[in-house]
């Protein structure tokens, strides 16, 4: 007989979302609030304004958000969802 049909049940492994989950919390409070502080200094230290702080704001808050889906892509790979 063949198992073509047969279909698993996969489960989730909710310890391994909520160890994501939680490292991503820290990690993107500590990124984005880096590129806040970031973007204000610089911000200050040429001069540009405040419409340039929301320029730089922007800008670092996509770098930010660059790394934040890598980490969440390496973090999976490491932690499996579901088994």
Same mark, same amino acid.
């Given at each position: =007989?063949?198992?073509?049909?047969?279909?698993?049940?996969?489960?989730?492994?909710?310890?391994? +979302?909520?160890?994501? +989950?939680?490292?991503?919390?820290?990690?993107? *409070? $500590?990124?984005? /609030? !880096? !590129?806040?502080?970031?973007?204000?200094?610089? &911000?200050? @230290? #040429?001069?540009?304004? &405040? @419409?340039? &702080?929301?320029? @730089?704001? /922007?800008? %670092? =808050?996509?770098? /930010? @958000?660059?790394? =934040? +889906?890598? %980490?969440?892509?390496?973090?999976?790979? #490491? $932690?499996?969802? +579901? *088994?």
């Amino acid at each position: =007989m063949s198992d073509v049909g047969i279909q698993r049940r996969r489960r989730i492994q909710w310890p391994h +979302v909520l160890t994501v +989950v939680s490292a991503a919390v820290l990690i993107s *409070a $500590e990124v984005f /609030g !880096a !590129a806040f502080a970031g973007s204000w200094a610089i &911000a200050s @230290l #040429v001069g540009l304004g &405040a @419409l340039g &702080a929301h320029i @730089l704001d /922007g800008i %670092f =808050m996509l770098c /930010g @958000l660059a790394v =934040m +889906v890598q %980490f969440l892509r390496a973090a999976h790979r #490491v $932690e499996p969802f +579901v *088994a």
